[in-house]
């Protein structure tokens, strides 16, 4: 083999490594995996976890109110080693979420916050109310047929 021949497997073999580092980068890109709530939340608070254990220590998740996240509307940074950050204190709405690191980029989360209604709100608190009034007067109902009791045995 000539001294050029020698050259261009050189290249070759240098460009393929590059190339296979390269992918192997993107794909550990590819790794760092943020899941939230499937199903639409009524309360206004959920969880998002993410799936690497050995995720880097900045990383940062993402909100945003738009799917392409043009504009990032609030940015969490956990504390310490986390696998999941606990939300609150959403309006019903549509809302976008990833994780991301100085290396990585997670999926996009999209979660859907749709609250109950007032009127189904309101119904649960006055039958709540009625459940726990019911509940205090059989207790002072029975209180007085006790203080009765004790007091017809002792004369």
């Not at 998740?61 to 956990?78: H, K, L």
């Amino acid at each position: 083999m000539t001294q050029a021949g020698t050259w261009k497997v050189l290249l070759m073999c240098s460009l393929l490594f590059y190339a296979a580092t390269c992918s192997g980068v993107a794909s550990a890109a590819s790794e760092l995996k943020l899941e939230g709530p499937l199903e639409p939340v009524a309360e206004g608070y959920f969880q998002l976890h993410i799936n690497e254990p050995q995720h880097p220590p900045d990383v940062v998740i993402e909100q945003s109110s738009t799917p392409s996240f043009q504009s990032i509307t609030a940015r969490y940074s956990p504390m310490g080693d986390f696998q999941q950050i606990s939300l609150s204190g959403f309006a019903s709405g549509d809302y976008y979420f990833r994780a991301r690191s100085q290396e990585m980029l997670s999926n996009t989360v999209h979660v859907v916050v749709a609250h109950h209604s007032l009127q189904q709100a309101f119904t649960l608190f006055f039958i709540g109310a009625a459940l726990f009034a019911v509940l205090v007067l059989c207790i002072l109902r029975y209180h007085r047929l006790q203080q009765k009791q004790v007091t017809t045995h002792h004369d």
